[in-house]
């Protein structure tokens, strides 16, 4: 596989390994510290994975780090879309794929629940109106 | 062509969740290496975003850019932008032609003079402008005339960021790049041959959400043109370590090895192929084996060839070495010839004196 | 001028003419030097004047005790700079592509890094050794214009090249442009300048030897 998640093509050579960067013990700290600051202040906090020089390697070490927890819930917009709580409570990994299955975005949020999770008011304004119509539809053909 | 609704809107009338929506500001703000706390933000001021008019005029060009373009599938979303962007005239991609469709063009101008998007592919004749025209019009008048009313100008791809192809020498038709011409509005050069189909869609977005983005001294953006290949490639650690390809498919080549001595352009070449990468991110040409060609800076078709390292020098220098030693030979014998004979003409009328002579001045 | 112009006319033409200046300009030196002649040596010879002559050009390199207490900080500060540039110039692969560009000939080259950290030194080095001709009293009468130039044109590189390959400052392009301009420049200065001792040293180690080999001495 490579780092993008598409299949490694069988002719390419197998990409030598590049040597570590060590910015993962310095990732988990940054995880800790808003964790901590979650819970003094209610402070929210977020991660974006591309910024951040991985070798390839590391990053599945990282995701492997931060394991599955209780919560995984796969999203349907304009391609999938993973959010999953890791072993550390408050601590959501945010994948981003596009209709291709190639990632687009990759996050980890500290917070109570990532927004993206929660229903939007305007999503909630148009479902309403759907409902609204489907009901006025059914009392007149009643 | 309605330009009441804005982005936000049109994605409600299509469907779009504002979950969707959400998710494409994150991967954009992602994309365009924007800190996280950019997403909120991005999305405010794209869904306030009103239909601008863009005009999109191909010169001297292949259709390398547009097909880049159209094979954008980062995400949908940028395909629905260029849907609510209110493509008002693309020479390519649009059904109508001849006079209706230069009267759409003519209509879209004044109906959004002064604020309408000017996108350029293609280089352009500065001289003879008998070389390219439409609809009977030259390029250059084109140009000068769509670029009067346009609010910017992105010049996509390295023929109308440069010159590109069509310049390279001899240049026959005298191709000039889009700043060559237009001197008086803001220009954003998209060089690439062709460019990155995301940094094509990236800068347009870009462009729409916060104006005209930070550019370097070739006026490229610099958050997708600010690094060099070699600064961001997977094969630098093989380049320090001294270890390079010597032929293609040799040894080293086969172990991922370093493609300097290949030609590879890298070091001088800015863009973002070694980080985005080409098919949504499958691969870029030094990753599948060949050298860069430096192809998002000017004048690559005549920067000495695609082959010779860099370090090089471009000419035959032992032929050069040899004449200029022969030169030397010649001058060298010419010129110790002569200082024999001012020795030897010397010691001959070397006077000798005598302490006869010299008692005789005393 | 564009900055990829400029790369391209340092690597063009201006390349072909610093060649020409300096290959012409070392052999007419070295032809100069040669048709001058000597005068006959007509006493009978009691050694071999060409082994002299070969032993003296390789003992040559190892300092004699006595310089090295008279100025031994001119000696070790020499031989550092000396390799550096021996080593900066002939082991870095890009520099090894010109060689074989031009000679055909090519060998192994040294990890960038190491060489990285060899300019450094030298550079040092070539500081130490300017500092010391302003502050030591003889030096300083003896220098010229000329030496204090030859100076300038032989750290010039060096700092360009450090530049280029850290990239600092402006565009690739321009920094590897200025750096070959660099080099052109103390190629067109090399043959008429001190610099030509690259190639006379082994005609002057040949001839001291020689010399002294004929008549049977140590040399």
Same mark, same amino acid.
């Given at each position: ?8 093509p ?5 990409a ?13 700290? =940054? ?8 819970l =003094?202040q209610?402070?929210?906090h ?17 995701? =492997?780090q931060l ?6 819930a ?26 291709? =299955? ?8 500290v ?32 | 062509?309605s ?7 049109t ?41 601008? /008019? ?19 599938? /980062? ?24 006079t ?22 293609? /280089? ?14 030259s ?5 000068l ?12 791809? /390295? ?102 001595k ?8 800015y863009?973002a ?38 370090s ?14 022969t ?14 004979a ?21 | 001028?564009?900055d &990829? ?8 033409p ?14 007419i ?45 001119t000696?070790?500060?020499g ?23 031009? &000679? ?20 040092i ?22 030496d ?5 044109? &032989? ?65």
């Amino acid at each position: 596989m490579t780092a993008n998640g598409m299949p490694a093509p069988a002719f390419a050579a197998s990409a030598p390994c590049a040597p570590p960067t060590g910015n993962l013990v310095p990732l988990l700290h =940054e995880i800790r510290h808003a964790l901590t600051r979650w819970l =003094e202040q209610g402070e929210e906090h977020v991660i974006d994975l591309r910024s951040i020089p991985l070798a390839p390697g590391e990053e599945d070490s990282l995701l =492997e780090q931060l394991g599955a927890g209780e919560v995984n819930a796969r999203l349907s917009i304009l391609g999938p879309s993973d959010i999953i709580e890791t072993r550390y409570p408050g601590a959501w990994l945010i994948t981003h794929y596009n209709e291709n =299955e190639s990632i687009t975005g990759r996050f980890i949020e500290v917070c109570e629940v990532p927004g993206i999770l929660k229903s939007q008011a305007d999503d909630i304004r148009a479902g309403l109106e759907r409902l609204e119509d489907q009901l006025s539809y059914a009392e007149t053909t009643a | 062509m309605s330009k009441d609704k804005t982005l936000g809107e049109t994605l409600q009338e299509r469907g779009i969740s504002r979950r969707s929506f959400l998710k494409f500001c994150a991967t954009t703000a992602s994309m365009m290496a924007l800190p996280p706390t950019m997403i909120p933000v991005i999305a405010a001021t794209l869904e306030k975003l009103r239909r601008p /008019s863009v005009i999109w005029l191909s010169f001297q060009e292949c259709t390398g850019c547009t097909e880049s373009l159209t094979r954008s599938h /980062s995400a949908t979303i940028e395909e629905l932008i260029f849907d609510t962007i209110s493509l008002d005239y693309h020479h390519t991609l649009q059904a109508a032609a001849g006079t209706a469709a230069e009267h759409a063009r003519e209509e879209a101008m004044k109906e959004n003079h002064g604020s309408y998007i000017l996108v350029v592919d293609g /280089s352009i004749p500065g001289e003879n402008n008998g070389y390219s025209t439409i609809a009977g019009i030259s390029n250059k008048d084109m140009l000068l005339d769509v670029a009067a009313g346009a609010a910017a100008i992105v010049a996509i791809g /390295s023929c109308a960021a440069f010159g590109g192809i069509p310049k390279a020498d001899p240049n026959p038709t005298g191709a000039v790049s889009v700043s060559d011409l237009v001197k008086d509005k803001p220009i954003v050069n998209v060089p690439g041959c062709p460019p990155i189909p995301a940094v094509i869609t990236g800068v347009l977005v870009q462009f729409l959400t916060f104006g005209l983005p930070e550019l370097d001294q070739l006026g490229r953006p610099a958050a997708f043109y600010g690094k060099s290949i070699h600064d961001r490639c997977y094969r630098r650690p093989f380049y320090d370590k001294g270890l390079f390809a010597d032929s293609f498919d040799d040894e080293g080549a086969k172990k991922g090895w370093c493609l300097f001595k290949l030609g590879c352009k890298g070091p001088t070449t800015y863009n973002a192929c070694a980080v985005t990468k080409w098919n949504d991110g499958t691969s870029f040409p030094i990753e599948a084996g060949h050298p860069c060609l430096g192809c998002s800076e000017p004048d690559f078709w005549d920067a000495g060839s695609f082959y010779k390292a860099l370090s090089i020098p471009t000419g035959d220098i032992g032929k050069t070495a040899v004449y200029a030693g022969t030169a030397g030979l010649v001058a060298g014998a010419a010129l110790g010839a002569s200082l024999r004979a001012r020795k030897q003409s010397a010691v001959k009328n070397h006077e000798r004196v005598t302490i006869d002579d010299l008692d005789q001045e005393s | 001028m564009t900055d &990829t112009e400029f790369l391209l006319w340092v690597r063009g033409p201006a390349f072909n003419v610093a060649t020409f200046i300096l290959c012409a300009g070392l052999v007419i030196r070295v032809l100069e030097i040669f048709l001058l002649g000597r005068k006959a040596n007509l006493a009978e010879a009691r050694g071999s004047a060409a082994a002299g002559g070969l032993r003296t050009m390789l003992r040559r390199f190892i300092p004699d005790a006595g310089s090295f207490e008279r100025s031994g900080f001119t000696v070790v500060s020499g031989y550092i700079f000396h390799i550096g540039l021996f080593i900066v110039i002939f082991l870095f692969v890009p520099h090894i592509l010109v060689f074989e560009s031009a &000679t055909g000939l090519s060998w192994p080259g040294l990890p960038s890094n190491i060489i990285d950290a060899t300019n450094v030194v030298t550079m040092i080095a070539l500081l130490a050794v300017l500092i010391h001709r302003i502050k030591d009293p003889v030096m300083r009468m003896l220098s010229e214009f000329n030496d204090y130039l030859v100076w300038f044109v &032989t750290i010039l590189p060096l700092i360009t090249g450090y530049l280029a390959f850290h990239r600092i400052g402006l565009s690739a392009a321009m920094l590897i442009g200025l750096h070959i301009l660099s080099v052109e420049l103390l190629m067109i200065l090399f043959p008429f300048t001190k610099l030509s001792h690259a190639f006379t040293l082994w005609m002057a180690r040949w001839y001291n030897g020689a010399i002294a080999g004929y008549k049977g001495v140590q040399s």
